[in-house]
């Protein structure tokens, strides 16, 4: 299922989410750090809409923005890390630790 995903970003920090009847009922926020990096650090998801594939779509998203914007991504949240455990095509995107 295609969602449409929106995204706002103010000073370095943002999200991206998915709306429904303009209510936001799925969110992945990050920081977009000085060296390039963006830190993903909260995914949320209301309760009637788990299991819908929303978080996983937002951080499907997010490797794709990472890619477009040539930045890398550190996972910091539980949830964006274990997609990027399931997910090999994602770690190109990785942010490696120093």
């Given amino acids: ?10 000073e370095g920090k943002g999200m991206f989410y998915i709306e429904k009847d303009e209510t936001i009922i799925a969110e992945l926020t ?5 060296n390039n990096v963006m830190t993903l650090d909260h995914t949320e998801t209301e309760p009637e809409h788990t ?3 929303l978080a996983s779509s937002l951080v499907k998203h ?7 914007k040539e930045i890398k ?3 910091l949240c539980e949830y964006a890390a274990k997609q990027f455990e399931r997910h090999e095509e994602y770690r190109e995107v990785q942010a490696t630790e120093i």
């Fill in 1 to 10: 299922m295609k969602h449409d995903i929106k995204q706002k970003e103010t």
């Fill in 30 to 34: 990050y920081t977009l750090n000085d």
């Fill in 51 to 53: 299991g819908e594939g």
């Fill in 62 to 68: 997010s490797v794709q923005y990472a890619r477009e």
């Fill in 73 to 75: 991504i550190d996972p």
